[in-house]
Each structure stands twice: as C-alpha cells, then as structure tokens.
C-alpha cells in the first residue's frame, strides 16, 4: 500500500466530482463510457493532506520524491 501511494509510477486519473456526484451517477458514468469510478476518498477544507486507511491515518514518510 506504501509503495502504491508513493511510488510514483502508476498511471491513473484522478478527477474531483461534487458530493451530489453519488453510487447512480458512477453506474451510469461506467455504462456510458465503459470506464469505471471508484472513490478513494473526499475533499475536505484545511491545509493538510491526510491519507487514512481502515479508519486509520497513514504516515507517507514525506511522499513521492521525483529525485
């Protein structure tokens, strides 16, 4: 999972949808464009990034480093 958040190869996109954006707007957004959704989280005000699993915060040891 470590290597997963922080490695830095995997391709994916990630896009950003409203909270109205729920389970039957995924279904049919799969439906149309053969591709799909899964939500990995929510956006929520701060200043902190903070990646929780299981109900627990996860310490990235700083991220991804390019260098």
Known sequence: LLLALTGG????LLV????????????????????????????AE???VIV???GQPLDLGGGFSHF
């Open 9 to 12: 190869e995997e391709y994916e």
């Open 16 to 43: 950003a949808m409203p909270a109205k954006f729920g389970e039957a707007e995924a279904r049919e957004f799969a439906r149309s464009f053969d591709l799909p959704l899964t939500r990995i989280g929510v956006l």
């Open 52 to 54: 929780v699993h299981d």
């Open 46 to 48: 701060g200043t902190e």
